[in-house]
């Protein structure tokens, strides 16, 4: 089965990763190894795979809503030529029969956006499936690796001190 959300960019332009929430589940029964794809659009739903993350185990995070971040090796620019009105969409494959505990904000509804295929047809997601998954792309300039810390200032005073006991 696969599994797609549509996103839609205003501007050209770079695609670095994809983030997943999955909900921590017991014993870890569902370490079961998946694709991450990126489509493009054809009339509306995912069109032709352009770029796939192959042998992906989800990684469940030990603290709540917490999103894992899947980098590509090599960005992908996301213009018109390659996708059409700027349109794309993120999401997985697998070969298993295994539900996928990715997770799911009740509080704005996109299932409109969201499309699965079991049968080798793109359907859209049911509306009574009020919700998002908690999957984005990572688009934009390249993230900094670290952050330069301020130099100590020299000298620092504040005034007025009202302290006056000490």
């Known amino acids: ?22 909900n921590p589940v017991t014993n870890a029964t569902n370490q079961k190894i998946i694709n991450l794809n990126v489509w493009n659009d054809s009339n509306g739903k995912p069109g032709r795979i352009v770029k796939t993350l192959a042998g992906v ?4 995070s030990e603290n709540l809503n ?23 969409y993120i999401g997985w494959s697998q070969t298993t029969l295994d539900n996928l505990n990715v997770g799911f904000d ?19 997601s049911d ?3 009020y919700g998002s998954l908690m999957m984005r792309p ?12 301020p130099l100590a200032a020299e000298h620092l005073t504040i005034s007025p001190n009202p302290v006056s006991d000490g």
């Open 1 to 22: 089965g696969q599994y797609a959300v549509q996103f839609k960019l205003n501007e050209n332009d770079t695609m670095r990763g994809i983030q997943l929430y999955f």
């Open 57 to 60: 185990t989800p990684v469940y």
């Open 66 to 88: 917490e999103f894992h971040t899947y980098w590509f090796d090599e960005p992908l620019v996301v213009e018109p030529t390659n996708f059409p009105g700027l349109r794309f």
């Open 106 to 124: 009740r509080y704005k509804d996109s299932h409109t956006k969201r499309f699965y295929n079991v049968d080798g047809t793109w359907q859209m």
């Open 127 to 129: 509306s009574a499936n």
């Open 138 to 149: 990572i688009v934009g300039p390249e993230n900094p690796l670290g952050i330069i810390k």
